[in-house]
């Protein structure tokens, strides 16, 4: 009804952030809220409003809550991107910056849940974009395509689904649509060349942070497959 409206819209008011930063609400967004709340909660009050009065003023409750979660300022996270198409060679890898909506640019719908996130879908459109430039923008189905649940049918120009990638050398499960990156993560994507997924993908960890010229250091290799 009207009052759960109302009250959905004021929790949400009280918890945004306006400025300009990534995953706040642009300016005006609360006071425009607001108003939409106490336009409704003067419906709620009036003893004689009518029913079509109270379908109406929470159709747009609902129209205001809905314009100020569009309202949300493009979510970043400056990730590493580490691709891999073929054995035996290291992967490409590339520091960029994700925005929540690279997806979408490309005509690709993330999950409601997941729209303000910036995703493994994300960075896939974005890498395809930064790799293949013009002809990616004119059919990117062509080179990528990730279908509903997140499952990704073409990489790298391959139609195939003999893949895997993983966050933090951490293999994942869920789609692309519903991985979520954060600055500061790596996300690395790559083939299987073997169709019975005996490949395995080798990664350096314990790297220190700094080394000297002509001294041994110590790294681990680690991997993980199907």
Known sequence: GLEAVIDEAQSFADNMKEGMTSGTYKEGTKAA?????????SVL?????????VRAAIQQMKAALDTAKDAKNVTTAAVTVRMNDANGVPAV?????????DAAAY?????????????????LYAAHAAMYGDAF??????????????????????????????????WVATGANETVLVDGDIFSVFLYNDKSYSDRYFYFDDVPSQVQAGAAFTVKVRSYGY
């Open 45 to 53: 009050d009036n003893e004689n409003a009518t029913e079509q009065e």
């Open 93 to 101: 890898a590339e520091k960029t910056t994700v925005k929540s909506d």
């Open 137 to 170: 923008a004119k059919d990117p189905s062509k080179y990528l395509v990730i279908d509903g649940k997140g499952m990704i049918h073409t990489l790298f120009g391959k139609e195939t689904t003999n893949l895997g990638y993983a966050v933090n050398n951490k």
């Open 33 to 41: 809220l607001l108003e939409a709340i106490a336009q409704a909660q």
């Open 107 to 123: 005509g690709y719908v993330k999950p409601a849940a997941m729209k303000y996130e910036v995703t493994a879908a994300d960075a």
